[in-house]
């Protein structure tokens, strides 16, 4: 089964793009078995689905998110990515890395890494 780790800033000032990096081991991220997704949970919230990229590239967003987001494969290093633009105090979250093998599906996830945004 593969395993998944998030790595990135955990501040972020205001207006700034945050980005985050996914590192997958026990598997490729090219395999057609998972679809590659970023979710997150702010405090005292639900979580929240942001995006989804798949074996051929293809990228899905939330539509309240789409505009801010961006989510890409660094297959030489077996990594996918997330990038979120014009950060407000808002987007302060834990954000994970997920990999799930069927659409809607959300089998394996990465421990969460929590994003602050404070100038």
């Known amino acids: 089964q593969v395993q998944l780790q998030e790595s990135g800033p955990g501040l972020v000032k205001p207006s700034q793009t945050l980005s985050l990096t996914c590192t997958v081991s026990?598997?490729?991220?090219?395999?057609?078995?998972?679809?590659w997704s970023w979710i997150r949970q702010p405090p005292g919230l639900g979580l929240e689905w942001m995006g989804v990229i798949v074996y051929d590239g293809s990228t899905y967003y939330s539509p309240s998110l789409k505009s801010r987001t961006s989510i890409s494969t660094v297959g030489s290093k077996n990594q996918f990515t997330l990038q979120l633009t014009s950060m407000t105090p808002e987007d302060a979250a834990v954000y994970y890395c997920?990999?799930?093998?069927?659409?809607?599906?959300?089998?394996?996830w990465g421990q969460g890494t929590p994003v602050a945004v404070s100038a």
């Open positions: 026990g598997g490729s991220i090219t395999t057609t078995y998972y679809a």
């Open positions: 997920v990999a799930g093998s069927g659409w809607g599906r959300f089998d394996v």
